[in-house]
T-cell receptor, first 116, second 110 residues
Framework: DVKVTQSSRYLVKRTGEKVFLECVQD?????MFWYRQDPGLGLRLIYF???????EKGDIPEGYSVSREKKERFSLILESASTNQTSMYLC???????????????FGAGSRLTVL | GESVGLHLPTLSVQEGDNSIINCAYS??????FIWYKQESGKGPQFIID?????DKRQGQRVTVLLNKTVKHLSLQIAATQPGDSAVYFC?????????FGSGTKLNVKP
């Protein structure tokens, strides 16, 4: 069963702490994404990556950075966590290309972060 | 850009009835749409997709209808079951970027 795995399901951090959210996919997908999900706002794109060591800003990149050193791993970093970053964070991947289903996003189970 | 909205935050149906969940999008350039199901504590799961060159697509117990004229799509679930209880949301893709609605919570009453 193909998977996107987010290593931390629940985290509680203090304001100002550095936070790492890890995501690994085993589908050899080219594209990886980080979204945050908040009630009433839907999913909003933070950052995405179409290739190793490549990253692009999404709609709400402020306060976040990412790292993609290996194809299967995409990390989201909060350099100095703030209370308004309390949210559900979802990692996703897609195969890319032009074939059928190439753009379908496969999501991880999510990481619920609470910043106190 | 794109703005995607769902018409009802919550929908309650009786087990065995058909469910219809609606979604509206704003950008006529959106050319690919996906419906996702998200159960409590889980990530979104792909249900069905449709491209803009189609009006209808059917899967197992699910049908997606796309009306490009009014920029509206719907998800129909036949013979709704308790296991269908979840949040459903649509995603619209244009220029290789997805825009998501906030979701409709489907409650299935036994």
């Amino acid at each position: 069963d193909v998977k996107v795995t987010q290593s931390s399901r629940y985290l509680v951090k203090r304001t100002g702490e550095k936070v790492f959210l890890e995501c690994v996919q085993d589908m050899d997908h080219e594209n990886m994404f980080w979204y945050r999900q908040d009630p009433g706002l839907g999913l909003r794109l933070i950052y995405f990556s179409y290739d190793v060591k490549m990253k692009e800003k999404g709609d709400i990149p402020e306060g976040y950075s990412v790292s993609r050193e290996k194809k299967e791993r995409f990390s989201l970093i909060l350099e100095s966590a703030s209370t308004n970053q309390t949210s559900m964070y979802l990692c996703a991947s897609s195969s890319g290309g032009s074939g059928s289903g190439a753009n379908v996003l496969t999501f991880g189970a999510g990481s619920r972060l609470t910043v106190l | 850009g794109e703005s995607v909205g769902l018409h009802l935050p919550t929908l309650s149906v009786q087990e065995g009835d058909n469910s219809i969940i609606n979604c509206a999008y704003s950008n006529s350039a959106s050319d690919y749409f996906i419906w996702y199901k998200q159960e409590s504590g889980k990530g979104p799961q792909f249900i069905i997709d449709i491209r803009s060159n189609m009006d209808k697509r059917q899967g197992q117990r699910v049908t997606v209808l796309l009306n490009k004229t009014v920029k509206h799509l719907s998800l129909q679930i036949a013979a709704t079951q308790p296991g269908d209880s979840a949040v459903y949301f649509c995603a619209a893709n244009n220029f290789n970027k997805f825009y998501f609605g906030s979701g409709t919570k489907l409650n299935v009453k036994p």
